[in-house]
C-alpha cells in the first residue's frame, strides 16, 4: 500500500492512512466515508502546499494582513472601501490601486494584506520594489534577459510596485514601468505605492507625456488614496527635549 500510494504521489494519504484505518474500525466508517475521508485530506494537503508555494513565489517582505492595519489611525481610508479590494472582482476586472503618502503611513501594509488575500484565494501574486525591479533589469543587457524578468511580473494575477520615488530612478525607469502597466492594462490587477504624488510622476519618470499614459491606464479602471498624517514607526514615539548638561563653572584659586 505504501508503495502504490507514493507511486501515485498520495502523500498525505501515506501519512494518515493508518490513523484512518484505525478511526474506520472505531466508528464503523463505511468504504464510502473511509474513501472520502482520506481524498478530503489529500485535496485540503495539497491546497496548503500550493498556497506555501504562491506565498513564498510572492516575495512580500514581510506578512501583515487587512485586519492589522489600524484604520482608526488613519480616517482618511474608510475601511468598507479598502475591503473591496480583498474581492475576486478586483482580479478579474483587471483593476489597479495607488496608494500615495509619506513614509510609514501604511502603504505598503495595505498592499501586503491585499497580496495576501489573492494568495489565500489562489491567485498568483508578485511583489517587488520599483528599485529592484530596476536593479534586476539593468543588470540584463541583453533583450531576451530582461524579458525573462518581466514575463512572470507580465503574468501574474497581481502586481505590487512598492517604493516609486522613494530613491532618485534614472530615465530608464519610465519606460519600463510603461511596459509593465501597459501590457497588464485591462487585464491583470495591479497595486503600486509611492511617496510622490501624482503630478509628481513627470519628473520622477523624466518624461511628462510618459506619466500622463501611465497615470492614464492605471486611473481608467483604478483609484487613488492619498495617506496623511504621522508615521506609524513613530506614533508610540514620545519627542523627548533633551536639556545640555550644565557647565561647571571655573573657579579661581587664591
Not at 34 to 44: Q, R, T, Y
Not at 56 to 76: C, L, S, V
Not at 87 to 102: K, L, M, R, W
Request: proline share 3%; charged share 25%; net charge neutral.
Amino acid at each position: 500500500m505504501q508503495q502504490l500510494m507514493t507511486r501515485l504521489k498520495l502523500a498525505r494519504v501515506r501519512d494518515v492512512y493508518e490513523a484512518w484505518l484505525e478511526r474506520a474500525a472505531q466508528d464503523g466508517l463505511s468504504y464510502r466515508d473511509f474513501l472520502e475521508g482520506l481524498l478530503h485530506e489529500e485535496i485540503l494537503a495539497r491546497e496548503e502546499n500550493q498556497t506555501r508555494r504562491r506565498l513564498k513565489g510572492a516575495g512580500f517582505p514581510f506578512e501583515k494582513t487587512i485586519e492589522q492595519f489600524d484604520f482608526t489611525y488613519r480616517p482618511e481610508l474608510k475601511k468598507q472601501v479598502i475591503v473591496r479590494y480583498l474581492e475576486d472582482s478586483f482580479i478579474t476586472a483587471g483593476e489597479s490601486v495607488v496608494f500615495i503618502g509619506p513614509a510609514g503611513l501604511g502603504k505598503t501594509h495595505l498592499s501586503v494584506a491585499i497580496g495576501l488575500k489573492m494568495v489565500e484565494r489562489g491567485y498568483t501574486v508578485r511583489f517587488i520594489t520599483v528599485q529592484a525591479l530596476l536593479n534586476q533589469v539593468l543588470a540584463r543587457r541583453d533583450l531576451e534577459a530582461r524579458q525573462r524578468i518581466l514575463k512572470p511580473l507580465l503574468a501574474c494575477d497581481l502586481l505590487i510596485l512598492d517604493e516609486l520615488g522613494y530613491l532618485s530612478h534614472p530615465v530608464d525607469v519610465g519606460p519600463l514601468l510603461y511596459e509593465l502597466i501597459a501590457g497588464r492594462y485591462e487585464h491583470k490587477a495591479t497595486i503600486l505605492t509611492s511617496n510622490k504624488s501624482l503630478v509628481e510622476w513627470s519628473r520622477v519618470l523624466h518624461d511628462s507625456a510618459l506619466a500622463a499614459a501611465l497615470i492614464d491606464r492605471l486611473m481608467h479602471h483604478g483609484e487613488v488614496f492619498y495617506l496623511k498624517g504621522e508615521s506609524y514607526r513613530l506614533k508610540d514615539k514620545r519627542h523627548v527635549a533633551v536639556s545640555p548638561e550644565p557647565v561647571a563653572e571655573a573657579t579661581s584659586g587664591g
